[in-house]
């Protein structure tokens, strides 16, 4: 297993990842706004093409590097399962998919840029591709909000907690069948983060209860008005 990295609050480093984060969203939203259907047709697959190299690169290097396994590499946390989620609204812009990334890869992506942790490598591709899949969670419901015009269902935000419940419980027997920790629901990632709050099963019901509360917050000052 490799050993997780965080990055520590408030250095040069997680400044620097935070503030590109920001800026290159913000630039590729402005730049997108009021262009040709044509043209926003062109930039969906091309983003949903460049996150696929991403991870595909990323999981060729760890090959490589005879660091990919089982139990850590499989897309399995909250944020690869938001990517790949992403990758496929991207394309085909089917409405509950984009209704988790606004309501779920938002939240994941922006507590991951805050708090970050490498997990899988801690090379200067492995920052890279950590601040560009969370960046672009974040990104693409902005993205598909603003450029194509998308808006959440006004029972979305339960049924997207539904959703998730559902991955939790599965994701919950994968781990202890296998050993592994994905979506931090064995272990608790070593990061230090107001919401981890006791230890196993407690910072889990906390940290759902906290989702809950978000998602619904999200809804009624956000998505409802």
């Known amino acids: ?6 990055i520590e609050v408030f250095t040069s480093v997680w400044w620097i990842g935070l503030l590109s984060s920001i800026f290159t969203i913000i630039v590729i939203l402005v730049a997108l706004k009021g262009k040709s259907n044509q043209v926003k047709s062109y930039s969906s697959y091309l983003f949903a093409l460049l996150f696929s190299l991403m991870y595909v690169i990323t999981n060729v290097i760890t090959i490589k590097n005879n660091t990919w396994n089982l139990l850590q590499n499989l897309p399995f946390q909250i944020c690869y399962i938001s990517l790949i989620i992403g990758i496929i609204v991207l394309v085909n812009k089917k409405q509950w998919m984009f209704e988790w990334m606004v309501f779920i890869a938002t939240i994941g992506g922006l507590y991951a840029i805050i708090t970050p942790v490498l997990t ?10 950590f601040y560009f899949l969370h960046a672009g969670i974040v990104f693409i419901p902005l993205y598909l909000h603003n450029i194509h015009n998308m808006r959440c269902r006004f029972d979305s935000w339960w049924k997207t907690l539904l959703r998730v419940q559902i991955s939790i419980v599965l994701l919950l027997i994968f781990n202890f069948s296998t050993g592994a920790n994905y979506m931090f629901l064995i ?7 107001i919401f ?14 906290i989702v809950i509360g978000h ?11």
């Open 1 to 6: 297993m490799i050993k997780h990295i965080p």
């Open 215 to 225: 998602v619904y917050l999200i809804n009624k000052f956000i998505v409802s008005q």
């Open 196 to 209: 981890l709050i006791g230890e196993w099963p407690f910072y889990v019901i906390i940290m759902n209860l």
């Open 120 to 129: 899988i490598g801690n090379s200067a591709w492995f920052y890279f591709e």
């Open 187 to 193: 272990e608790k990632p070593i990061v230090n983060h």
